[in-house]
């Protein structure tokens, strides 16, 4: 149970399904969207009367459900906010008034009402919208996200930013009870609260434990906290009851508690905010009525709203999980042919834990991304999930590690970024014995630069002590994990996302030379060596069949392999080096630093991720916009020998 559960209620008393048309598969055609069709703006949808809102949502609901179907990407948290965009839109001056939507999975049906509709079946593919609200593809889309937390910081640097420039804009943050686990987001609050900012947080809760005040009484208190009257008269006996410290000190008191009697608001008031809910999320009427309300108001408002994930399509809502993303032009969820990367750590740490009991997994909330689901039940006192808190997972491992504990810290190459202070001060700078399994590093496709591991070898190359391993296929991910396992030390083992070569993997827990890299082909004419980091093995070997070149798998990003690099320096007149990972301080500038310390020249060709964001796409074409397919390759080698 999360931080704002509480005891659940049936679920028919919340969720009124016989006012909702229930899917059970994806449409295979267009549904008929009449009102729908007419909205190509906020500004059309305002001009809807009240009794054309709830036929509204229900074309919306209809044609996400078809749309996503098609492209796939993120299923079921649009769908449980279709009522609160309607009612967000229709009650607020949008895009004048800033709406921020915490990270964006649940941003697709305020694409969809903001001139995106038709372009919708083609999100997250090069021709379509990006996955996330991005400031560049829509005046509506007020601040780019991807990852979580970020919306109270947000709208309250908005909302600062409209105080200071004398503007009455208004400032809204749509932030899930799964974000409002990280630290930042109360970081956001305090300061709002200290601020007294003009603006509104929606706490979006669709954890399915909803409180016991769902319902007639807490809706009546609700109407009665956000309206004027009850504004008014609050303000106006606070002035003439704060001269008397002890008779106000009582009414507040009073007030505190008898929100406490019906809604969990008494932290957010403690912080500054007044309370408001919870709500029925699906209650279009009652949304309507308390934003406009809200809207009327000053100062920091929190509204507790209580939706349902995955909300008209009877898979999604029985499997929010499960169904929390759908492939393209299926109708169920995306399902890998070979085992991942994910499965092969899932497998590995449980292999390790089951022989070694000093071994705890920590996760920042992605249990299963990150394949955790099985360790999680056969050790659950060993499985570790921090929220949303990728510091405090860092800084937890180091604390462990102090205590002869060995800690596995599974986390995305692009979340671990938020935890680089910890990574440096807490756990290298003290040498403590920590491995960080990094998943989805390098280009991740369709979700976008947001989501990109781009970074990771060249910061983490930089700090002292670490041990950087990229392993070229499931087999070398596996031996790699128990490699980093053994170091006595920090290490990182960063892994692609998705399926590799199919490699048979050996169950055996084989331990590598630390350092070490192997040739994997050699040449016969000693022209070109290309030095593979990692995933890019692959495409390496393809075009050294065609060009005759040497291939290295290079293994290890630090400690680098200077003999094996010296010795192909010395042997080959090009050397080329490929690698997933942004081309400024990664891999290609370690073997060139390694050449300048051994005093040895060579020419040398550095493939990598350019200096600038790749766009959402297929995997595919990323690594061709990128510069790191066979065919990039290819092209690199012929620039100094056009005749091969």
Request: charge should be negative.
């Amino acid at each position: 149970m999360h931080p704002f559960s509480f005891p659940a209620l049936p679920v028919h008393f919340f969720y009124r399904k016989q006012f909702l048309q229930m899917f059970t598969e994806i449409p295979k055609h267009r549904p008929e969207t009449p009102l729908l069709d007419q909205i190509e703006s906020p500004a059309d949808l305002r001009e809807l009367s009240p009794a054309q809102l709830q036929p509204l949502c229900r074309e919306l609901r209809e044609y996400l459900i078809y749309s996503v179907g098609q492209s796939g990407g993120h299923f079921g948290a649009g769908l449980g906010v279709v009522e609160l965009t309607v009612a967000l839109h229709h009650v607020f001056d949008t895009p004048d008034d800033r709406i921020v939507w915490d990270v964006g999975h649940q941003a697709y049906p305020h694409k969809i009402l903001t001139g995106r509709r038709e372009q919708l079946p083609k999100i997250r593919s090069a021709e379509g919208p990006a996955a996330f609200p991005l400031r560049t593809e829509s005046e509506y889309d007020t601040f780019g996200v991807g990852h979580s937390s970020t919306s109270i910081s947000a709208a309250l640097g908005m909302a600062l930013g409209f105080r200071q420039r004398g503007l009455p804009n208004k400032s809204v943050a749509v932030i899930g009870d799964g974000a409002m686990s990280a630290g930042m987001a109360f970081e956001a609050l305090n300061h709002a609260g200290h601020e007294k900012a003009d603006m509104l947080v929606i706490l979006n809760d669709n954890d399915m434990s909803i409180s016991n005040n769902v319902g007639a009484l807490n809706k009546y208190f609700t109407r009665i906290w956000s309206s004027q009257t009850y504004s008014a008269m609050r303000e106006g006996s606070k002035r003439v009851l704060e001269n008397i410290p002890a008779a106000w000190e009582f009414a507040k008191r009073t007030e505190e508690h008898m929100k406490g009697m019906v809604a969990p608001g008494t932290l957010f008031e403690e912080l500054g905010f007044n309370y408001y809910g919870p709500v029925d999320g699906h209650d279009l009427n009652e949304l309507v009525a308390t934003l406009a309300s809200l809207k009327k108001l000053k100062g920091p408002r929190f509204l507790h709203i209580v939706t349902q994930k995955g909300k008209g399509f009877t898979p999604a809502e029985e499997e929010p999980i499960r169904y929390h993303a759908l492939k393209a032009q299926k109708g169920g969820p995306a399902k890998a042919s070979k085992p991942s990367y994910s499965n092969v750590f899932g497998r590995w740490l449980c292999d390790v834990a089951a022989q070694d009991e000093r071994l705890v997994g920590i996760t920042p909330a992605m249990r299963e991304g990150s394949d955790l689901i099985r360790f999680s039940q056969e050790f659950p006192d060993r499985y570790f999930d921090v929220a949303i808190a990728e510091q405090h997972a860092v800084t937890l491992a180091a604390g462990m590690a102090c205590e002869q504990v060995k800690p596995v810290v599974a986390i995305y190459s692009t979340f671990l970024q938020r935890a680089y202070d910890q990574l440096i001060h807490d756990v290298a700078l003290q040498d403590l014995d920590v491995l960080f399994a990094i998943d989805r590093a390098g280009l991740v496709g369709e979700d976008g630069p947001t989501h990109h591991g781009a970074y990771d070898l060249s910061y983490l190359r930089c700090i002292p002590k670490m041990v950087i391993m990229t392993p070229s296929d499931e087999n070398e991910c596996r031996q790699m994990l128990n490699t980093g396992y053994l170091h006595e030390g920090p290490a990182a083992v960063r892994y692609p996302r998705g399926s590799g070569t199919g490699a048979a993997i050996d169950p055996s827990l084989e331990v590598l030379p630390l350092g070490k890299g192997v040739i994997r082909r050699a040449s016969q004419s000693k022209k070109v060596a290309i030095l593979a980091f990692g995933a890019p093995l692959a495409a390496a070997l393809k075009a050294a069949d065609v060009v005759d070149a040497t291939v290295a798998d290079m293994r290890f990003v630090k400690p680098m392999d200077d003999a094996l690099v010296a010795e192909l320096a010395e042997t080959h007149d090009l050397l080329v080096t490929v690698e997933e990972n942004a081309r400024m301080g990664g891999a290609g500038s370690a073997v060139l630093e390694s050449l300048a310390q051994q005093g040895l020249k060579s020419v040398v060709e550095v493939l990598g991720i350019p200096d600038t964001y790749i766009e959402h796409d297929s995997p595919t074409q990323q690594h061709v916009v990128a510069g790191i397919d066979e065919s990039s390759i290819l092209a690199a080698i012929r620039r100094h020998f056009p005749q091969d």
